[in-house]
T-cell receptor
């Protein structure tokens, strides 16, 4: 079956612009997670949802970052007024049940110039 | 506090030899443990998990891991390494009764299999 998909795969934006990153989880998966990953390092937790409810947003770096999952399926991570330090690989994962194995998407490589 | 340690930044193994990638953890109660693999320029892939039951867990691509409660370890193993196993491997843990469903991730171990 189809895995987790993310779009766009690559995004180059100018400093100060807003960006929206999309995640389409595996159908029927309850939980959805957002991570940021630096090259050669483990995933850094940003936020997660159960269905449409945002359960934990403690990993969001500051209030320029927000996420939503309004219908309990597709999720959008929005970064407002982007800064160069926001450049990273942003990964989404979904899980059939909270706290169990997560299935990752290919990621969105964000570059802020 | 929960934590995961992968003590080796890199492991080098000759093709055909057995491989072990080490992981130790610290949680206040019983753990759920996971291994993930990341091939170059690819996303993270789930390999295997320990939830409960048999301490020896078998996963994808011929990998297995052994849960050792007394040593708080969950080492990843494979009897005969392939060059194609070369990748970055991550161990992750969460405490079973923790209502915070975040996984705690290790820093990763780079596995290099030489022909």
């Amino acid at each position: 079956g189809a895995g987790v998909s993310q779009s766009p795969r690559y995004k180059v934006t100018k400093r100060g612009q807003d960006v929206a990153l999309r995640c389409d989880p595996i159908s029927g998966h309850v939980s959805l997670y957002w991570y940021r990953q630096a090259l050669g390092q483990g995933p850094e937790f940003l936020t997660y949802f159960n269905y449409e409810a945002q359960q934990d947003k403690s990993g969001l770096p500051n209030d320029r970052f927000s996420a939503e999952r309004p219908e309990g399926s597709i999720s959008t991570l929005t970064i407002q007024r982007t800064e160069q330090r926001d450049s990273a690989m942003y990964r989404c994962a979904s899980s059939p049940q909270s706290g169990f194995e997560q299935y990752f998407g290919p990621g969105t490589r964000l570059t802020v110039t | 506090a929960q934590s995961v340690a992968q003590p080796e930044d890199q492991v080098n193994v000759a093709e055909g030899n057995p491989l072990t990638v080490k992981c130790t953890y610290s949680v206040s109660g019983n753990p759920y443990l996971f291994w993930y693999v990341q091939y170059p320029n690819r996303g993270l892939q789930f390999l295997l998990k320990y939830i409960t039951g048999d301490n020896l867990v078998k996963g994808s691509y011929g990998f297995e891991a052994e849960f050792n409660k007394s040593q708080t370890s969950f080492h990843l193993k494979k009897p005969s390494a392939l060059v194609s196993d070369s990748a970055l491997y991550f161990c992750a843990v969460r405490e079973r009764m923790d209502s915070n469903y975040q996984l705690i991730w290790g820093a990763g171990t780079k596995l290099i299999i030489k022909p």
